[in-house]
């Protein structure tokens, strides 16, 4: 299980540090990254933690995707936030294989964390 938490409301240019924790699953076994969904649009990739930390770039810059294995969390750090990065966050995992290649699909959603910004 993956949950969500850090979202919120702020204005633009303000900050947001999401957060995702992992419960009964290893992040260390996983292929970790963000999404994030915006009314009426697809839900989009926005950062990954292989291939050394990858963010979309329309982030690029701006966010930061870090985590820790050994505390099973996931991190996104958001600054420079826009009225356009308003979206609902998903948290996501895939699975990795022992030669440490990532899946296609991804296995594991959280429920979301809405961020909205003015």
């Known amino acids: 299980q993956l949950v969500e938490s850090g979202g919120g409301s702020v204005q633009a240019g303000g900050s947001l540090r999401l957060s995702c924790e992992g419960y009964?699953?290893?992040?260390?076994?996983?292929?970790m990254g963000w999404f994030r969904q915006a009314p009426g649009k697809e839900r989009e990739e926005v950062a990954r933690v292989d291939r050394g930390g990858t963010v979309a770039d329309s982030v690029k810059g701006r966010f930061t995707i870090s985590g820790d294995n050994d505390k099973n969390t996931l991190h996104l750090q958001m600054n420079t936030l826009k009225p356009e990065d308003t979206a609902k966050y998903y948290c996501?995992?895939?699975?990795?294989?022992?030669?440490?290649?990532?899946?296609?699909?991804?296995?594991?959603w959280g429920q979301g964390t809405q961020v909205t910004v003015s």
């Open positions: 996501a995992a895939r699975f990795r294989s022992s030669a440490g290649l990532c899946s296609a699909s991804w296995n594991y």
């Open positions: 009964g699953i290893m992040f260390g076994r996983l292929c």
